[in-house]
């Protein structure tokens, strides 16, 4: 089956360092990648979505600055935290999409936690 | 705008009990997809289904099945005989035509043996 794969699985910094979260396809192409968060209890929220080779688009609230994605092959896509802050932690995941018709595949996700 | 509810925030039963997860939808589209997700402590998500919205049949797949009714908007999940091991949180969400993948706010489940 179609694996989707998130490093690192956990990470701890200080408040104002950044951290890049990379997400890969390991036996497919994804026509897209979708970035969620999730923070304890709640739901998956869209952060963005990216395309490979074009900008990504950002939903409504989620600051582009803050959270660069830059998805440079089909296969990989990362998530830079920039400056990160303790209110940043939080669980976030990717998805891969094999189109609309496809599937979508999550990777396993990774915990951040910001001192 | 596209939209999922899941009414139980959280559901208590004792083992072997069948519990039904309620989902309802929102979309303009008339091509859309609808999914079940299982979320368990580990918080790696565990696809479970995912259907078409012009395939309205009933699917069976062991202690699972799923009700899909167009005319309620409504995707439910049923467990059979549930099992400890079927504690976690459960998503239902819906892609359409921007492929984006929108979830419900998830509903616990929690089996007492």
């Known amino acids: 089956g179609a694996v989707v794969s998130q490093h690192p699985s956990r990470v701890i910094c200080k408040s104002g360092t950044s951290v890049k979260i990379e997400c890969r396809s390991l036996?497919?192409?994804?026509?897209?990648m979708f970035w969620y968060r999730q923070f304890p209890k709640k739901s998956l929220m869209l952060m963005a979505t990216s395309n490979e080779g074009s900008k990504a688009t950002y939903e409504q609230g989620v600051e582009k600055d803050k959270f660069l994605i830059n998805h440079a092959s089909l296969t990989l896509s990362t998530l830079t935290v920039t400056s990160a802050h303790p209110e940043d932690s939080s669980f976030y995941i990717c998805s891969a999409s094999t189109g609309l018709a496809g599937g979508k595949y999550f990777g396993p996700g990774t915990r951040l936690l910001v001192l | 705008a596209q939209k999922v509810t899941q009414a139980q925030t959280e559901i208590s039963v004792v083992e072997k009990e069948d519990v039904t997860l309620d989902c309802v939808y929102e979309t303009r589209d008339t091509t859309y997809y609808l999914f079940w997700y299982k979320q368990p402590p580990s918080g790696e998500l565990v696809f479970l289904i995912r259907r078409n919205s012009f395939d309205e049949q009933n699917e069976i797949s062991g202690r699972y099945s799923w009700n899909f009714q167009k005319s309620t908007s409504s995707f439910n999940f049923t467990i059979t005989a549930s099992q400890v091991v079927d504690s976690a949180v459960y998503f239902c969400?819906?892609?359409?035509?921007?492929?984006?993948?929108?979830f419900g706010t998830g509903t616990r489940l929690q089996v007492f043996p």
């Open positions: 036996d497919f192409q994804a026509t897209t």
């Open positions: 969400a819906l892609s359409d035509n921007t492929d984006k993948l929108i």
